[in-house]
Each structure stands twice: as structure tokens, then as C-alpha cells.
């Protein structure tokens, strides 16, 4: 690359400023480095999503806890009562789903 650049062919006078061309890029290039800018937007756009879920969640989460819990406690018992474990797995998944949400909420 270094003797590309120092080519005399490829060093050009503009002006009063030497002008230094790039070597042609071909297409399978252009769209590995669009590629990566892409990667690297997502990249820094992650935390920005991430606060914003995030604060959306811990302003709605005191309105609907309580319909969670009653929710997970209903489907808790309603499989006991009915035998049902897939009913009490998903009560139970629930509460603890809501449990977690609020510790991390706290943390």
C-alpha cells in the first residue's frame, strides 16, 4: 500500500496541494464497509433502545403489577385446583417473572 501511494502515477498535483487518489474499491468492499458501519450504528444504538425499554417499563410497572400477580396467583391456583401443572407452571413463571422485574427494577 505504501509504494501504491508513493507511485508517481497516482500522486497528483491540484492546485497547490498534492491530491492523493484511492485505489478503486470494488463492490464485495463497499458492501463489507457499509456492513460494518451498520454493525457499529446497531452497536451504539443498543444502550439508547435499552434506556428507553427500560423507562418505559419502570413508569407502567406500578399501574399493571398488581393484574400480573393476581393474574399469576389465579393461574397458580386454578391448576392446583384443576391438577393442570402446565397452568401452575405458567402461575408460578409469571409471579416469579414479576418478581424478578421488580428487583431489578429496585437494584
Not at 8 to 32: C, Y
Not at 50 to 71: E, H, Q, T
Request: net charge neutral.
Amino acid at each position: 500500500m505504501a509504494a501504491y501511494l508513493t507511485d508517481p502515477e497516482f500522486v497528483r498535483p491540484a492546485g497547490h496541494v498534492l491530491a492523493l487518489t484511492l485505489p478503486p474499491l470494488s463492490g464485495r468492499q463497499i458492501l463489507v464497509l457499509l456492513g460494518i458501519g451498520a454493525v457499529v450504528a446497531v452497536i451504539l444504538w443498543l444502550p439508547v433502545l435499552g434506556d428507553r425499554i427500560v423507562a418505559n417499563l419502570s413508569r407502567n410497572a406500578p399501574k399493571y403489577a398488581p393484574r400480573i400477580f393476581f393474574a399469576g396467583l389465579g393461574l397458580l391456583v386454578l391448576g392446583m385446583v384443576a391438577g393442570v401443572q402446565l397452568l401452575e407452571v405458567g402461575g408460578g413463571c409469571l409471579i416469579g417473572a414479576l418478581v424478578l422485574g421488580a428487583i431489578a427494577d429496585n437494584y
